[in-house]
């Protein structure tokens, strides 16, 4: 079996909400969405909104808790510039900041939002990431 994640999904309160805040960021809505998910193309994954109650229900699990829930997405960008840029879209959106853009100890530029659920997005600019003209990430 090839290693792989076709599906990210986020648990939302609002899929609407989600929907336009991720919209606000440039991602554009699969046409195989509907009122009750909301998939986005992601360079060959796909990010998934669906209701919360509902995702923990289908996994068997409890209603979500508070606090970090041990997941951050990343998104690599091409400059050290485009990290704080990203984030001011991302709190524009709805979002809000996390951490503003920072240097971490391993080199390059670093901060974070979340979404309007809480979601948090690490942005980076890491100068041992090569970013593919299809947005793929390498080392």
Known sequence: ????????????????ASTRFYQALGLAKHPRSNE???FFDMSGQMLGLFNVASLAEDAG???RGEGFGGIALAHNVATE???QTLIDQAVAAGGSQLRPAS???????????ADPDGHPWEVACNPGITIESDGRVSF
């Open 61 to 63: 699990l409890g209603p």
């Open 103 to 113: 240097e971490p100890p391993w080199g390059g530029l670093r901060g974070y939002f």
């Open 36 to 38: 009750h998910i909301t």
């Open 81 to 83: 510039e485009d990290v």
């Open 1 to 16: 079996m090839r290693a792989n994640i076709s599906f990210i999904t986020l648990g939302v309160t609002d899929i609407a």
